[in-house]
């Protein structure tokens, strides 16, 4: 089976930056992808990495080391409005990686 | 225009009721999905169409059944609610492609809330 551990909750002030761990345990691996929800809405896309090495979207940033099995998600220059839950994801190579398996979720509190 | 939608967006119901959420996709994909997201945030899946095939079936109890009758809607019908199938159900879709998610990006509903008393 797929596990992904991630801390449960990371709190930060507006404009710092914060990094946001995922290490996961696949029988099969086939990339690492992030999600952010807010309360109340629907979990949206926000990065992925196929390959080792630093994805960077804006603000924000993703991680991989596939020889760790870990990866992380950095967010720059916080807004209140980051304040949120990011899960990680990977796809499940046993159903022809059309499932995707959600971590545990992190919830991001940014405060003024 | 609304890429996933879900209905109804809050259900409030008693214990023994069947219940039914739609779901609709008007982005084009040929794969559905059934999430179900608990009091602590944890998302699972359920189910999995693609093209109105049933493709992933996770150990829910036969309680639930999803319905597909085109590749552009999915439903799921309750029986016979109990207490702990409180909890918000997402629906989502994604293009198939021969690797199945490409990316791992999932496009999803705003969910629907379902409370049991």
């Known amino acids: 089976g797929q596990s992904l551990e991630q801390p449960s909750e990371v709190t930060a002030v507006e404009g710092a930056i914060v990094q946001i761990n995922c290490t996961y345990q696949?029988?099969?691996?086939?990339?690492l992808s992030w999600y952010q929800q807010h309360d109340g809405g629907a979990p949206t896309f926000l990065s992925y990495?196929?390959?080792?090495g630093l994805e960077e979207t804006g603000r924000f940033s993703s991680f991989l080391s596939r020889s760790d099995s870990y990866g992380y998600l950095l967010l720059q220059e916080l807004q209140m409005k980051d304040s949120a839950s990011y899960f990680c994801?990977?796809?499940?190579?046993?159903?022809?990686?059309?499932?995707?398996?959600f971590g545990t979720g992190t919830r991001l509190l940014v405060s003024p | 225009d609304t890429a996933v939608s879900q209905t109804p967006k809050y259900l409030v119901t008693q214990m023994g009721n069947d219940k039914s959420i739609k779901c609709e996709q008007n982005?084009?994909?040929?794969?559905m999905y059934w999430y179900k997201q608990d009091s602590k945030k944890f998302l699972k899946i359920m189910f999995s169409?693609?093209?109105?095939?049933?493709?992933i079936n996770e150990t829910v109890p036969n309680r639930f059944s999803p319905k597909s009758p085109d590749k552009a809607h999915l439903n799921l019908h309750i029986n016979s609610l109990e207490l702990g199938d409180s909890a918000v159900y997402f629906c989502?879709?994604?293009?198939?492609?021969?690797?199945?998610?490409?990316?791992?990006?999932?496009?999803f509903g705003e969910g629907s809330r379902l409370t049991v008393l």
């Open positions: 982005l084009g994909h040929d794969t």
């Open positions: 696949t029988s099969g691996f086939y990339g």
């Open positions: 989502a879709s994604s293009p198939r492609t021969s690797g199945g998610l490409k990316t791992g990006e999932l496009f």
């Open positions: 990495n196929g390959l080792d």
């Open positions: 994801a990977v796809r499940d190579p046993n159903t022809g990686f059309q499932k995707l398996v």
């Open positions: 169409y693609n093209n109105k095939e049933l493709i």
